[in-house]
């Protein structure tokens, strides 16, 4: 017998994976928009329109859902009338003290999401704003004409309304949004919310400014005072081995114990959304207001020799590791988890891409993304699973994790990660309701050290390649997967 033991029902549906969940979020922060994305029509790196046409291909392959602009903590001190028409440039006084030239604005963002077929997630500024700047910013994209700011949109080129869909009423308001307490948030949230309006057959998803971590006070505080006015509440939540302020850790000189720690630390992320979860149960039974996790990743120390605030850092098979987990815990929670937005795209924190001049690469974690996206909008495959555990220096974890998902053509995806960093791991599947064998195939990303990772010298050093380690045989499946491992199976419906 196998030392992990999972039974997947075929034809028994959990729910359905949103889409969303597979979510981005792109900042003014170091190099993250500008270089990262934005290189201007005068650059002699290939753009399209400005924008990078080799990042912008990379992120396309991944069908990004949704993206989410402008921040973080910088949207609470972003003015957009400064981002359209004639620019103004403003301090950029959270990320690097730089100077925002605010040549990337409205227009950009929302070509940018044009070119990426997906949705466009903006987030007010409530910190430092106003209700009317908030209320005119959302009648300029989407109010279709004869008004002061429809009148100013199609001056500044732009004829047409944007369909906005998601739009967040501020950002960590506990913190750089402001240091409010909730009972405070709650009130401005009601107020502001009120002017975030539907014009020209447009409707938005709004989105309240949610806890950090394990602020249990502040979602039952949002939720008691303002359910009713939100559709959705944000978590925050990163993978920090170390300690915030003392030192987080290097991305990639890390000891075995760092490894651990940091998988124990990406588990967590189940405890809160259960937690958080039960809280929102209590005012919202029925589910309606979706958890939006719109900030979440691995946070180590900056890369040596680049500007702390810029918070640039490299991306190993861990980074790999940690997102795998996070996206099946996601699964599971799909009924309340909605929307999840990754920090951040490119340059930035746990970024799917890094630039560096005219070089660009993609990271382990891209990787990532790229074999998971077949589980967007599918439907989740009841599944239970018994494991062994991985253990080091007495602690325990479960060392697989598994997710299975059908899509519309009855094609099944399975995904399963093995974080364990020596030991290989051995498991049966029981695929139950599956009446008929099936074409099938698998993918694998692994390394064979810890901090494996790619670098402008060598981009494909961890890259997924064919996996053949497993075997098929009516409905059983049995698989050996490496340490450290993610794997992809897939079984065609048509054959």
């Not at 170390?242 to 000189?253: H, L, P, Q, V």
């Not at 001049?357 to 990787?367: A, D, K, S």
Request: hydrophobic share 35%; charged share 25%.
């Amino acid at each position: 017998m196998s030392e992990h033991q999972a039974v997947i029902q075929t034809d028994i549906v959990k729910g359905t994976i949103n889409k969303n969940i597979y979510g981005h979020f792109a900042e003014h922060l170091g190099r993250g928009i500008y270089e990262g994305i934005w290189v201007g029509t005068d650059s002699d790196i290939p753009n399209i329109n400005g924008i990078r046409k080799d990042v912008l291909e990379a992120l396309k392959q991944l069908h990004i859902p949704v993206l989410r602009w402008p921040g973080g903590c910088f949207a609470d001190e972003y003015h957009w009338a400064n981002g359209v028409g004639d620019r103004k440039t403003m301090l950029n006084t959270h990320w690097g003290g730089t100077i925002e030239s605010n040549e990337f604005g409205t227009h950009e963002f929302m070509m940018l999401c044009e070119l990426l077929e997906c949705e466009p997630y903006i987030c007010g500024n409530v910190g430092s704003g106003t209700v009317q700047e908030m209320a005119e910013w959302i009648e300029y994209m989407t109010f279709e004409e004869g008004t002061p700011m429809s009148d100013w949109r199609k001056q500044n080129g732009r004829e047409e309304p944007w369909k906005l869909k998601y739009f967040g009423v501020g950002n960590e308001n506990w913190g750089c949004g402001g240091n409010m307490h909730p009972e405070y948030y709650a009130d401005l949230y009601r107020r502001f919310q009120t002017y975030v309006r539907n014009y020209s057959g447009n409707e938005i998803y709004k989105i309240a400014g949610g806890a950090n971590v394990d602020d249990f006070n502040w979602t039952d505080v949002l939720m008691k005072k303002a359910a009713g006015l939100m559709d959705g509440l944000s978590l925050h939540y990163y993978t920090i081995p170390g300690d915030f302020w003392k030192g987080k850790g290097s991305a990639t000189e890390f000891t075995e114990d760092e490894w651990f720690i940091t998988m124990k630390k990406a588990k967590y992320i189940d405890e809160l959304i259960q937690k958080h979860g039960t809280i929102m149960d209590r005012y919202d039974p029925e589910q309606r207001v979706g958890l939006i996790i719109d900030e979440w990743g691995t946070w180590f120390d900056p890369e040596p020799g680049t500007n702390p605030g810029f918070l640039y850092q490299q991306n190993t098979i861990r980074d790999a590791l940690v997102a795998a987990s996070h996206f099946h815990i996601f699964h599971q929670h799909c009924r309340r988890v909605q929307m999840t937005n990754i920090a951040q795209t490119v340059n930035v924190l746990q970024a799917m891409i890094l630039t560096e001049g005219e070089r660009m690469l993609l990271t382990p974690t891209y990787h990532v993304f790229d074999m998971f996206k077949v589980h967007q909008d599918a439907s989740l495959l009841d599944t239970e699973l018994i494991c062994t555990d991985y253990e080091w220096k007495g602690e325990t974890l479960p060392q697989i994790s598994i997710s299975a998902s059908k899509q519309a053509e009855g094609d099944i995806n399975i995904t399963i990660c093995n974080i364990d960093h020596q030991n290989q791991a051995e498991a049966e599947i029981e695929l139950r309701g599956l009446h008929k064998g099936a074409d099938h195939s698998g993918i694998i990303l692994t390394a064979e050290k810890m901090n494996a990772h790619n670098t402008f010298d060598d981009p494909h050093h961890v890259k997924p390649e064919s996996f053949r380690q497993y075997t098929l045989s009516k409905n059983k499946l049995k698989v050996k997967l490496p340490p450290m491992s993610v794997v992809l199976l897939t079984l065609r419906a048509d054959s």
